[in-house]
């Protein structure tokens, strides 16, 4: 593959925020090349997200890469709480005015997006790792990195980081700038893959004494669960039939439901955070997605606000190139800020609510409960977690 010196949007990373930019600005005639340091497999296989809003169908749908997804995608209409042996269940259109979520791994949504820009898109270079990101401050920032053993350069008029956490694009944010928001939880999510289908048409999200659980899936026959697990556990430590156990203990309800088993074909322990770093932009350099906030992942937002930002984004170079105006580059960082802080509240809320923090005692569990049960009795309540689940409309 041909690689240009330069470029007008250097996309750092090729993950879910990277590629679906990519495929935005390439539809609106913005030249663009995505550096993506991993292989093609890692990005397609990495377990992730499972949630999509309504918005983030909708513009997977309007840059062509709707097609499997409107195949294969669970539409789902609701998710069901599990508290004290009890189930309330939360439906979304009733709620929300129509909106409804799409069950449809991440990990699909990248290879479907990788398919479209390799058949038609801009370059797209996998093992090409960016070093760093320079002149932030200049008309013309610079993007060093390796690829094929060589080091290289890519001048480009836009830098967009969509380099993840651990990326580098953070730091063309100087210092004296940045200003850094971190919640680290006291526990871990260990996700399973199961060829077992799932015990229920909808999410289950439990809260128990033993710590939180959620059913999810990836189709009618392979099961997504997760439990709450102390930080540095070692999936290696629990069988099959340990996992299964757990798992039942903590769905526990009343009224004779049981959880289907089956072989479990992945397991993974995941760390759990909330982060922020502002501005989300600085100069010519612009982050998107997770190099920008983390959420942690039981608000199933992660995924969706990295789209959004990437369609806020997308919008804005395309009124550069359409009208020659940078308003809307100006302007990027506050916008996307409003909802990130909003996905931040609501993913800290699901996560205080349904899992039990090691530290808590008996007044603090009372607490939870009666919020769960203010959910469960106020439709009020249950439309504020409706709407903030199902999405909020993209400004
Ligand atoms: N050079 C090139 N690529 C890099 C570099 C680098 N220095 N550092 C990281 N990357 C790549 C990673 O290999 C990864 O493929 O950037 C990509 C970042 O992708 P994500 O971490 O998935 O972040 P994002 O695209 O914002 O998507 C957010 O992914 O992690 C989930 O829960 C998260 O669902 C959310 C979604
Ligand atoms: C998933 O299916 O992976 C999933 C679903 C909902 C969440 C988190 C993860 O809140």
Redesign the pocket.
Known sequence: MHTPNHTTVGI???????LLLARLLHRSGVECVV????DRD??EQ?Q??GILEQSTVDVLRSSGAGERLDREALVHDGIELRWDRRSHRIDFPSLTGGRRVWVYA?TEVCKDLIALQLEDGAPLLFE????AVEGADTDRPVVH?THEGQDRTLTCDYVVG???????TRDAVPERVRRTYERVYPYSWFGVLADVPPSSDELVYAHSPRGFALLSMRSPTVSRLYLQVPNGTDPAGWTDERIWDELDARFAVDGGWTLKRGPITSKGVLPMRSFVSEPMSHGRVFL????AHIVP?TGAK??NL?AADVIVLARAFAELKEAGSTAGLEAYSATCLRRVWRAEHFSSFMTGTLHTDPAQGPFETRLQISQLDRIAASPHAAAELAENYAGLPIG
Do not use: T
């Open positions: 750092i990373g090729g993950g879910p925020a990277g550096l993506e340091s991993r890692y990005v990495r992730r997200a991440q090409a790792h960016v070093r990195y969509c380099d993840g956490f651990h990326g580098v998107a997605g997770d190099a992942p992660g995924l990295a």
